[in-house]
């Protein structure tokens, strides 16, 4: 069992910067996938980066060049560096972790953090 737990959200202006961490314990997260995802208001949950076990990652259209996933060498902490933040860009922001696979369903979450950006 890994549990997940985020940090770093708040309130910020349009074009402003935030960095996002999740900690992960219970369990060694080395070798697994990891990723940020984000839910805003009325919206479907929406995948918007991940890396994997070797340090590939991934990143949406809508955040990429903006959004920079990162985690450390232990893979405990997981990071999220959001620049040049827009309006649509507030939701509710989740880190979620798979040991199998980086799309589709994730088996364990965190329970999210808030990020408001103002216009």
């Known amino acids: 069992q890994v549990q997940l737990k985020e940090s770093g959200g708040g309130s910020v202006q349009a074009g402003g910067s935030l960095r996002l961490s999740c900690a992960a314990s219970g369990a060694t997260a080395t070798n697994y996938c990891m990723a940020w995802f984000r839910q805003a208001p009325g919206k479907e949950r929406e995948g918007i980066a991940h890396?994997?076990?070797?340090?590939?990652?991934y990143y949406a259209d809508s955040v990429k060049g903006r959004f920079t996933i990162s985690k450390d060498n232990a893979g405990n902490n997981l990071y999220l560096q959001m620049n040049s933040l827009k309006p649509e860009d507030t939701a509710v922001y989740y880190c979620?972790?798979?040991?199998?696979?980086?799309?589709?369903?994730?088996?364990?979450w965190g329970q999210g953090t808030q990020v408001t950006v103002s216009s």
């Open positions: 890396i994997n076990n070797i340090g590939t990652t």
């Open positions: 979620a972790a798979d040991p199998r696979r980086c799309f589709g369903t994730f088996d364990y």
